[in-house]
């Protein structure tokens, strides 16, 4: 018998409602409290981009539209990949999911920095803000690792 142990895909996005982006504070193990992008496993049955939008409905109640791949990110040492989309909120009618305790629309000078849950979102939101400074977007497929916290 042969048994393979593959990575999994965590599928998200990066809402944008005009010049502000949604985060959702966490309500759940790991980083319960942190600020983050609506993001979650992959499920079976699903594309990448669909996954990107139920976890969009499921922590924040968001409705998006027209998603665009935007960050790859690889993170070997948790097996995980990430792929975080842009995309437009459908309307700025949204609330917590069971996932968040809060959900937020912020521009860039007031995005927490000091508490946002994980590396892969603080990178994400760093290229969005820079792209959108160059007023280009394009895919980043970082090959980005991110460094295994010292024990």
């Known amino acids: 018998m042969i048994h ?29 409290g942190l600020w983050t992008l609506p993001a979650g496993f992959m499920e079976n049955g699903e594309t990448t ?33 990430y792929m975080l989309y842009r995309c437009e909120l459908v309307s700025d009618d949204f609330s917590p999911g ?6 937020r629309l912020f521009h860039e000078h007031e995005i927490p920095w ?14 969005f803000f820079s792209d959108r400074k160059l007023g280009a977007f394009s895919v980043h497929n970082l090959g980005f690792v991110i460094p295994k916290p010292a024990a």
């Open 49 to 81: 981009d669909q996954a990107a939008a139920r976890e969009a409905r499921e922590e924040a109640n968001a409705s998006l539209r027209d998603l665009r791949l935007y960050t790859v990110i690889s993170i070997p040492h948790i097996n995980q990949v």
């Open 98 to 103: 069971v996932e968040s305790l809060e959900t």
């Open 114 to 127: 000091g508490e946002l849950a994980f590396p892969s979102v603080r990178k994400t939101l760093e290229c």
């Open 4 to 32: 393979y142990q593959n990575p999994k895909i965590v599928a998200g996005a990066l809402p944008v409602w005009g010049e502000q982006v949604l985060l959702c504070r966490r309500a759940i193990a790991p980083r319960y």
